[in-house]
């Protein structure tokens, strides 16, 4: 009885002192610099076990586009940090968007572990709907007076619009992997016309007060787009 009590406390030693070797390698590692948006947890049913078909996201800001190596880090990172918070998981995915691109919907890379296989892949997408949504460093006339330049987002579909104020524009449309299209604009009155290079031309309605743009959608009727 002896022998199996010290088996016993021997087994649980060492796997403590693996959990605190685990959360100490954490805390050590030199990170980029990064910051955590929001966590999407899985569920976890009654008896504490997860569904393998549960995923445990993590959605993450980065200031710029990081090699390869870099993503690596953050991604063990995180897997270390998940299958400690989430005994069984098998699905870990974190989410990279970079700095102002989280309401696009569109990550610059997604770092995932499914089933004790991992992977990185980058959207360089993400890189031209980051320099589209910036601001300008210096505003002209146009940029100041035409209030159709800026971001309008839909509430409903989480799609967004970006005009400039060169007459050219991007819509992003919801969704991991989706492509952005590039369109250019021209705006009478309250009437916005955008044409774009795969899809051609689409109506808009512009009211200035509400600073909203609607679209007639045949798959989802009136959409309404929100100024940023």
């Not at 403590?16 to 610099?33: A, F, R, T, Y």
């Not at 997604?110 to 890189?127: F, R, Y």
């Not at 743009?213 to 045949?218: F, G, M, P, Q, V």
Request: include cysteine.
């Amino acid at each position: 009885m002896k022998k199996i009590l010290f088996a016993l406390t021997t087994l649980l030693f060492v796997a403590c002192g693996n959990n605190v070797q685990q959360s100490k390698d954490i805390e050590n590692v030199n990170l980029p610099e990064y910051k955590l948006l929001n966590i999407e947890e899985p569920r976890v049913s009654s008896n504490g076990t997860i569904s393998p078909g549960q995923n445990l996201v993590y959605n993450i800001e980065i200031d710029h586009p990081m090699q390869n190596d870099s993503l690596e880090l953050l991604q063990n990172y995180f897997i270390q940090k998940g299958e400690g918070d989430f005994v069984g998981i098998n699905k870990v995915i974190v989410r990279a968007y970079l700095k102002g691109t989280y309401t696009y919907g569109t990550p610059y890379a997604s770092l995932n572990l499914v089933a004790g296989k991992k992977d990185v892949i980058i959207n360089e997408e993400a890189i031209k709907i980051k320099e589209l949504s910036e601001e300008p460093s210096t505003k002209t006339e146009q940029d100041t007076t035409d209030p159709i330049v800026g971001t309008f987002s839909c509430d409903r579909t989480h799609d967004t619009y970006i005009f400039k104020s060169d007459q050219t524009g991007l819509f992003v449309m919801q969704g991991i992997g989706v492509s952005p299209s590039e369109f250019t604009w021209k705006r009478s009155g309250n009437n916005i016309t955008i044409v774009f290079e795969v899809f051609g031309e689409q109506k808009l309605m512009y009211n200035p007060k509400a600073k909203t743009l609607t679209e007639k959608s045949e798959s989802f009727g009136t959409l309404v787009f929100h100024k940023q």
